[in-house]
């Protein structure tokens, strides 16, 4: 399984029914799980984004389905960073 930090702004759809937000939530947690993958936290933040989460999958092609099912609800867009732990890094780097 690899992570990936999920970087994610409300689109104005979003905001406007900001207050279905945590059902959204649970609905994403549900999808992540049909794909094989977890939904394993959100992060309520300011600045730059307005969420921060962490999913993990079994691999690059069910991360992307899942960004694309959640983009395609209209209540969020986002930026994807594929997460390496502190293992592959070593490695990694180790490699150089």
Not at 37 to 64: K, R
């Amino acid at each position: 399984m690899s992570k990936y930090i999920l970087l994610l702004n409300w689109t104005e759809q979003g905001i406007k029914t900001i207050k279905e937000s945590a059902n959204r939530y649970d609905a994403a947690k549900e999808v992540a799980r049909s794909l094989g993958c977890t939904l394993e936290s959100i992060h309520l933040t300011f600045g730059a984004y307005d969420l921060v989460g962490m999913l993990d999958a079994p691999n690059d092609e069910a991360a992307a389905t899942f960004n694309l099912r959640l983009a395609s609800g209209g209540a969020v867009r986002g930026t994807t960073l594929k997460a390496f732990p502190e293992a592959d890094y070593r490695k990694i780097i180790g490699a150089l």
